[in-house]
């Protein structure tokens, strides 16, 4: 995980070093993961946070987006990295960039951790990816199930039984 995180933060590095970006964490499940990037960017950013809900605590989406916590200043004219933990239909992340962009940032562009391009129903363009995974339900490095599993240091498939 580690290695793949510090070449992202190398890519992102190449984007962003002079531009002043603000990275801007999707909570809950991101927050371990762009803790661990940003620690590896070298230039001067701020951070913002923001929280959805998609999900709830069932294991599929339930479609209906939820703006549970919005960023605390004004991202007009600046450079704009969102993070996520996971890309898995698309939805959430649209919502997220629709929501931003009408804030008129200088650029907006999104890393995430894991993709599930499989079961993207609204396509992303995603410039910096982690991993493509299959489309099953994970846990770990910040990703959770009922609010369990985010501490796991690892990405692990959860198998739920009946």
Same mark, same amino acid.
């Given at each position: 995980?580690?290695?793949?995180?510090?070449?992202?933060?190398?890519?992102?590095?190449?984007?962003?070093?002079?531009?002043?970006?603000?990275?801007?964490?999707?909570?809950?499940?991101?927050?371990?993961?762009?803790?661990?990037?940003?620690?590896?960017?070298?230039?001067?950013?701020?951070?913002?946070?923001?929280?959805?809900?998609?999900?709830?605590?069932?294991? @599929?989406? *339930? $479609?209906?987006?939820?703006?549970? =916590?919005?960023?605390?200043?004004? %991202?007009?004219?600046?450079?704009? #990295?969102? +993070?996520?933990?996971? @890309?898995? *239909? $698309?939805?959430?992340?649209?919502? =997220?960039?629709?929501?931003?962009? %009408?804030?008129?940032?200088?650029? #907006?562009? +999104?890393?995430?951790?894991?993709?599930?391009?499989?079961?993207?129903?609204?396509?992303?363009?995603?410039?910096? %990816?982690?991993?493509?995974?299959?489309?099953?339900?994970?846990?770990?490095?910040?990703?959770?199930?009922?609010?369990?599993?985010?501490?796991?240091?690892?990405?692990?498939?959860?198998?739920?039984?009946?």
């Amino acid at each position: 995980m580690q290695s793949r995180v510090r070449e992202l933060a190398g890519q992102i590095s190449e984007e962003y070093r002079d531009l002043d970006p603000v990275v801007i964490a999707v909570l809950k499940g991101s927050f371990i993961f762009v803790a661990d990037i940003i620690r590896h960017l070298e230039f001067p950013l701020t951070t913002e946070f923001m929280r959805v809900s998609s999900y709830g605590n069932q294991v @599929v989406t *339930t $479609g209906e987006v939820k703006l549970e =916590l919005d960023i605390a200043s004004s %991202v007009a004219n600046r450079h704009i #990295l969102l +993070v996520e933990d996971i @890309v898995d *239909t $698309g939805l959430t992340l649209e919502y =997220l960039k629709a929501n931003l962009e %009408v804030r008129r940032p200088a650029s #907006l562009k +999104v890393c995430a951790l894991l993709h599930k391009p499989s079961n993207n129903v609204k396509i992303s363009n995603l410039e910096f %990816v982690g991993f493509n995974i299959p489309n099953e339900f994970v846990v770990g490095f910040g990703l959770d199930y009922q609010g369990y599993y985010r501490n796991l240091p690892y990405i692990a498939q959860l198998e739920l039984t009946g």
